[in-house]
């Protein structure tokens, strides 16, 4: 199973990290991102979220389960 991904702060930008991940989706809108037809792909930093705004995170890898969910409320 790929891990769950880690939602972090640093300074007014959030990353998403999950070790040996193939690929993280993530929604802002606080919906599931394994069934979400707005979730984005992972790839740089995210910047300008208001307070409030739900981040959920999910990883991959290829040959491994999917993780779980992360969540984290700016």
Do not use: C, M, R
């Not at 959030?14 to 991102?33: L, N, Q, V």
């Not at 979730?39 to 910047?47: D, F, H, N």
């Amino acid at each position: 199973v790929q891990a769950t991904p880690t939602i972090a702060k640093s300074s007014s930008t959030w990353t998403i990290t999950s070790s040996g991940a193939t690929a993280i989706k993530y929604t802002t809108d606080g919906t599931d991102p394994k069934t979400s037809s707005t979730a984005q792909t992972y790839s740089e930093a995210l910047s300008g979220l208001a307070s409030g705004t739900v981040i959920k995170a999910y990883a991959t890898k290829t040959g491994a389960l999917n993780s779980g969910v992360a969540e984290f409320t700016v």
